[in-house]
């Protein structure tokens, strides 16, 4: 396959063109894929038709992929693809319908938090104009770090936090989703982990913020107040307009992001009968350094 590689107008953010996912890929080219996916954070593949077999496929060649610890959402024959949707099927979601609905980086809450996530638009909700909803914004954590002063680098680069899946399901049960309540097993799962608020990118040696709304709660080590006031500064800058790009879904995009220099936030502006319908699959991390 011959590619192209456009950059976004963004803090972050890449366009792949020229490749087919629903055909192999061959390694010179992947090899391309991935170093832009190192180089930008963020890849969009456009106009997709893979089968749930073939996202599965091209997912490994990132690395070894993850079961998510919400297994009530995993697809039935691939329990590598997590279901993200607000379909009902039976009284019951048939995936996660509040994914995203915080800024955050995905399973940060574990102590390997994941390295990335590919996400594969099936159906994409429209409004009565044909616009498309359910938005995502990307922030460049990475960018964000680098635009700090000296001094508050310098400040939180020896901090640490603590993160929790408890946090992000207190918070949707407190807007009001009481589906998102634990199960008995989530606890188990996902014990509180504590990381340091700036995390070094394993493989390009860049810097991000690390903290997030959904899953940080608290700052070890300084009172509620004090901790409560620098996550609220950090979580402001991080998602200022100069660090975001805003994707607009069609039906067959996929998105790749890295999870280490990146966080991100679903826009629920949709409801049935506007239907939103997306398989995930989680490349598996290492331990923050």
């Known amino acids: 396959m011959s590619i192209e590689i456009r950059p976004f107008d963004a803090a972050l953010g890449a366009e792949i063109l020229g490749v087919d996912l629903s055909k192999p890929v061959e390694d010179e080219t992947f090899a391309a894929i991935e ?37 009530q959402y995993l697809h039935p024959r691939h329990p590598e693809i997590l279901v993200v949707s607000n379909v009902e099927e ?4 048939v995936g996660i319908k509040d994914a995203g609905r915080y800024w955050h980086t995905d399973l940060s809450y574990m102590a390997r938090p994941s390295r990335g996530s590919l996400l594969y638009a099936i159906e994409v909700p429209h409004d009565d104009n044909g616009e498309p909803l359910g938005d995502t914004l990307f922030a ?41 309540a634990q199960t008995d097993t989530h606890p188990d799962k996902t014990p509180p982990v504590v990381h340091k608020i700036v995390r070094t990118h394993p493989l390009t040696g860049r810097r991000s913020i690390y903290v997030n709304e959904g899953h940080t709660s608290r ?46 936030i679903a826009i629920c502006d949709y409801a049935l009968p506007q239907r939103r319908y997306m398989h995930r699959t989680t490349i598996a991390g290492s331990a923050p350094i």
């Open 35 to 71: 170093n832009a996916y190192n180089e930008y954070s963020l890849l969009l593949f456009r106009g997709q038709d893979m089968s749930e077999a073939q996202h599965v496929d091209f997912s490994r060649r990132f690395g070894a992929l993850e079961i998510h610890v919400l297994d």
């Open 90 to 93: 039976g009284g019951r979601n």
């Open 219 to 264: 700052i070890v080590g300084m009172s509620d107040d004090e901790g409560r006031a620098l996550l609220a500064e950090l979580y402001e800058h991080v998602t200022k307009d100069a660090f975001v790009y805003r994707h607009k879904w069609q039906k067959g995009d996929l998105l790749i992001w890295d999870n280490i220099p990146t966080q991100h």
């Open 140 to 180: 460049s954590s990475a960018a964000a770090y680098e635009a700090l002063p000296e001094s508050r680098r310098a400040q939180i680069d020896t901090l640490s936090a603590e993160f929790s899946l408890a946090n992000k399901q207190a918070k949707l049960v407190t807007d009001g989703d009481k589906s998102a």
